[in-house]
Structure formats: C-alpha cells, structure tokens
C-alpha cells in the first residue's frame, strides 16, 4: 500500500523511508525525461508517488551522507538571491545549457524566491497572524510551455505556538538526487528566517506531488538505502544572518576571479558556520584542476584550512 506522510527528526530517516515506499509501492510511468533531469532525450520508465508529505520535526537535523558542495553552492543562490547564481559553476555543470545570450538563466530560486525572505520577515514581525506570508516560485505565463522550469512551486511561513513554520510544494523531485538538496536547502532557509525574527523553528513539511526514481536508478537508491541505514544526525544550529554582502563578495571571489587566498582572508569575517561552508567551496574550486606541481606551490599561497568540510 503507498504511503502519503511520513514524519521524522532527520532527513536521512524521511529520505530512507522514502525510497523504501517507491521502491516497494510505487506506480511504475512511462514518461519523456531529458536535460532538464540530467538525461538524453527519450521516453523512461519511472517508479513514482504522488502527493507525499514529508514532516522535519526538528529542521536542525537537515544535512546527511548524501550531502555535497554541488547543494551548498545552490542553496547559497536561494537565499542570497543572486542571478545569474553560481549554480552553474557548481559539480553540477548540466545547468550551462540553460543559460541564454546573456548568461541569465530562465529563473533562478534566489531571483523568484530570496530576494522576498527580508519581505516575509517584515509581513510576520508586523502580524505574527499571518497566514498570507507566500512565496510563488512558479509562474504560469513564464514556466508553462518551458523545459527548464522550478520543481518548488511555493514557500510558506507561518507563525504556531510562537515559532516559525515552513511548507514547501514540489511539483516533482527526484527522491535520489533532488530530495537531498532542497530538504536540507529550505530547513537552512527557515533557520535564518527564524534568526531574523527572533524565535524558534516548528516543524518544516515538504509535499511532493510526484516523488519519483527512474528505472535506472534503481540499485542507486537501494545503495543509498544501506548508506542511510548507517546515518546519525547532525545538528545545524546558530546561523548567524549578517552574512549577503561578504558571502556574495566571496562567491565572485572563489568561483569567477579565483582568488582564494584573498576569499579565505574574508572568510574570517563569517560566522564558523559560514566559514565552514565558503571554505568549503574554496577547496572545491583549489582542487579541481591541480596538477603536482601546482598542488606544492598554490596550497602554500592559498593557506588552506584544514577540516573545513561541512558541517
């Protein structure tokens, strides 16, 4: 029998479970797939669910082994708000299809999505009533007949009990890629809106109307299954939230001019959160196209931390 809600403290657990109901329950679709989820164009099998509700009670607990910088880099976007992101210069380099003549992108999380938190915030602080604090990410005159469009369509906050509730809707997501991004992306969102407002988390809920894995993705969930099965949470706790103007200064830093012993000597402005996380990216973009020689000279330039893989 499929499953619709599913409720834990951690990610990995809603993760896990997951997975097991799409393996075990799931409607097997043919459905046409192509660049938009990192395949050729062609007509594929999937195993799917549909209107799932994943319940956080604790979205502190948001980060899991499947974790990578590719999902730092992209949740950065959606609350820095930047656009063009730097997205595309992230592990995930199938993004650079979608950028057009002027190296913007159709749509970006933190142009549709960021940019309004400082908004929410200021709606909440004046009625903490509120049930009209929404955040439409989809637009139907602009994402209708388009191939690369957003998989959240809306951001909810809303005040319970005297702390700060979040609900995201997913027109889709891939349960062995994409459910890992954005349930440890929008956790981290409602933790600095909450910091700006002063109070605690509730719960975070993530619906997804179609939670899917494709045919051939099938011993990759089952290995990540036996990977979740090992988990122990991590906590993420005390963001600090005056962090935009030097963490945007850092991301042109590191990832367009590449100047990295100058980005580290910023980084000692942030928070260690923040510094774990820019650093981070820093060894990322140091170690991608090395060779030996380069490896002896750059490290000691650079001054590379050592252990600043996240959290």
Not at 10 to 24: D, R
Not at 84 to 91: A, I, M, T
Request: glycine share 4%; charged share 25%; aromatic share 12%.
């Amino acid at each position: 029998m499929v499953e619709n809600y599913f409720k834990a403290d951690n990610t990995a657990a809603l993760a896990k479970k997951n997975l097991e109901n799409i393996l075990s329950n799931g409607i097997v679709e043919k459905r046409q797939v192509g660049g938009w989820c990192m395949k050729k164009p062609k007509t594929e099998k999937i195993r799917e669910t549909h209107a799932v509700t994943f319940e956080l009670t604790d979205p502190r607990n948001c980060i899991s082994s499947q974790h990578c910088l590719g999902a730092e880099v992209e949740t950065e976007d959606y609350f820095l708000g930047l656009n063009p992101g730097y997205v595309h210069l992230s592990p995930w380099s199938f993004y650079k299809r979608w950028l057009d003549k002027n190296q913007k992108y159709h749509y970006t999380y933190g142009k549709r999505g960021g940019k309004y938190l400082w908004d929410v915030v200021k709606k909440l602080k004046e009625n903490p009533t509120t049930r009209q604090c929404v955040v439409n990410l989809w637009k139907v005159e602009r994402d209708l007949n388009k191939s690369f469009v957003p998989c959240t369509t809306q951001w909810n906050f809303f005040i319970s009990d005297g702390k700060l509730n979040m609900v995201s809707t997913m027109r889709s997501q891939d349960a062995c890629r994409g459910f890992f991004l954005d349930t440890f992306a929008y956790p981290i969102i409602q933790q600095i809106t909450a910091k700006r407002l002063g109070i605690p988390m509730g719960s975070y809920r993530h619906i997804v109307l179609n939670s899917h894995i494709y045919d051939d993705d099938v011993e990759f969930a089952e290995n990540i299954i036996n990977h979740l099965n090992k988990e122990k949470p991590v906590v993420i706790d005390n963001l600090a939230s005056d962090y935009e103007l030097i963490m945007n200064r850092m991301s042109k830093l590191i990832f367009i001019e590449k100047d990295l012993k100058r980005a580290q000597e910023i980084s000692e402005n942030l928070s260690p959160f923040w510094k774990k996380w820019k650093n981070n990216q820093i060894i990322y973009v140091y170690t991608r196209d090395f060779s030996e020689q380069d490896y002896t000279t750059e490290l000691t330039v650079a001054g590379l931390i050592v252990g600043t893989v996240m959290p």
